[in-house]
């Protein structure tokens, strides 16, 4: 009897798609004159996203997300852009400009526009103490021996999931961060990312080194030029703050409604160090983020203030790690959203202490605003503790605009428009107070106060 042999491999619509090739891996490398080992590195990660099955509603950390409506054939990778190389900043767009900041102080900007590099600069007075703040490329290049250290290792390796490993096959340009030791820099580094053109792509991976007792503040800023239709982001941030270091890491998304966005943003804190993230989430048609911070390291910590406000038919999954496996480590997570017409956000938040972390002290908090009956907010805040010696707790809520707010706001002769914009950016200002840099804060607020409208 003979018994017919059925494959059951699971459809892959990515990979299927065509947009994404092995022989695009070969070409990137050869067109980089990548070293051995990074040829390798994408070699081996590319073979991971093949083998990588596509997330589905099937899947835990996917069940409330859906990608399967994306028309992944209509992306293109390296796209064309309008936006050209340039030395000067008020070369750039208008709206480019704007995401720099030019009227203000920075140690660093970097423009990088589908995947190129169209402008850069970094204060010689920093780079005289020794800080390193380029494109990921040319640090390839010029310090392979700090990339090959940290990327892709210990934070984002390929294996972490399907879109890390399309990142860490084919990224490109990207950002990459350095500081000495002992090493304290002011003002911040500026980077913007730019879409350009139907079906753009942008693959972009920043990498951040703070060596022992380094500080410094980045912001990255994501932008979208003109009606592209349907763009693609996959993007990876990896931060490793070594001893008594503080990051703050700084993210401002503003893609266009019409962008797709998967992200795994990771810290690696050690003894006594502090990574801070804090961000604003307004664009992109569907996101997916994950930010993990990883506290191995002796009294290390974190903190995260984040905000997001949905209208349309947006939808936003964000997913937090906090993993404590030093002693007396720290977390401290506040994530404030409001959300509009058929819009829709997910919060999973997920405090682990394995057995090793005795002594730490954490807590996530998650608070959503409706703003209209159609509106949908999901929240799942959890514990997993494995240590005895802890303080852990989480919090979540999900609620209307309380209408006596807006009313004694009335009674005052304010219009209900403007009534409900200023409760709704009062409920913002909870996470905004936590926020120690002005120009961050403000930075934040205004992108807030922008998309809110009258």
């Not at 937090?320 to 401290?332: K, P």
């Not at 409920?427 to 936590?434: I, L, Q, S």
Request: charged share 20%; with cysteine; glycine share 8%.
């Amino acid at each position: 009897m003979s018994v017919a042999l059925t494959n059951t491999k699971q459809k892959d619509a990515l990979l299927d798609a065509g947009v994404f090739s092995r022989a695009d891996v070969e070409t990137l490398s050869a067109r980089l004159n990548e070293p051995d080992w990074l040829k390798s590195m994408r070699q081996t990660a590319w073979t991971v996203f093949e083998e990588t099955p596509m997330p589905t509603t099937s899947d835990e950390a996917w069940r409330r997300t859906n990608i399967k409506k994306v028309k992944w054939n209509k992306f293109a990778l390296n796209g064309s852009s309008s936006v050209k190389a340039t030395q000067a900043l008020a070369d750039l767009p208008e709206a480019v400009q704007s995401a720099l900041e030019g009227d203000y102080p920075a140690s660093g900007r970097l423009v990088i526009a589908n995947n190129q590099v169209v402008y850069l600069e970094i204060s010689e007075a920093v780079a005289s103490q020794g800080v390193i703040f380029t494109d990921l490329s040319t640090a390839v290049a010029e310090h392979p021996e700090l990339v090959q250290k940290y990327l892709a290792s210990e934070a984002v390796p390929p294996s972490n999931s399907k879109f890390a490993a399309l990142s860490s096959a084919l990224w490109q340009a990207g950002v990459f961060l350095y500081l000495p030791k002992g090493v304290e820099v002011e003002e911040p580094f500026q980077v913007a990312y730019v879409l350009d053109g139907p079906g753009s792509v942008s693959l972009p991976r920043t990498l951040i080194v703070g060596d022992q007792s380094s500080s410094a503040t980045i912001i990255e800023e994501e932008i979208s030029l003109s009606e592209h239709g349907q763009g693609l982001n996959v993007g990876v941030v990896e931060i490793y703050a070594n001893a008594d270091s503080q990051i703050r890491y700084v993210e401002v998304q503003r893609w266009g409604e019409d962008v797709y966005n998967f992200n795994v943003k990771r810290s690696v804190g050690q003894n006594d160090s502090n990574v801070i993230w804090e961000t604003g989430q307004l664009g992109g048609r569907l996101t997916k983020t994950y930010f993990d911070s990883l506290l191995p390291g002796n009294g290390a910590s974190m903190d995260f203030n984040g905000v997001y406000f949905l209208q349309g038919k947006q939808h936003l999954d964000t997913d937090c790690l906090i993993r404590h496996t030093g002693l007396y480590t720290n977390g401290d997570l506040l994530l404030h959203g409001a959300l509009k017409d058929s819009s829709r956000s997910v919060f999973t938040g997920l405090i682990k202490i394995d057995p090793t972390g005795q002594q730490t002290n954490s807590y996530l908090k998650n608070e959503n605003l409706l703003l209209d009956d159609t509106a949908r907010a999901d929240s799942i805040p959890s514990l997993e503790i494995d240590a005895n010696d802890v303080r852990a707790s989480h919090g979540a809520t999900i609620g209307k605009i309380v209408e006596e707010y807006v009313f004694y706001l009335m009674s005052r002769g304010i219009p209900r428009n403007t009534a409900v914009r200023m409760v709704v950016e009062g409920f913002f200002y909870k996470v905004f107070d936590r926020m120690y840099n002005k120009r961050v804060k403000e930075k934040l607020f205004e992108a807030v106060s922008a998309k809110i409208g009258d």
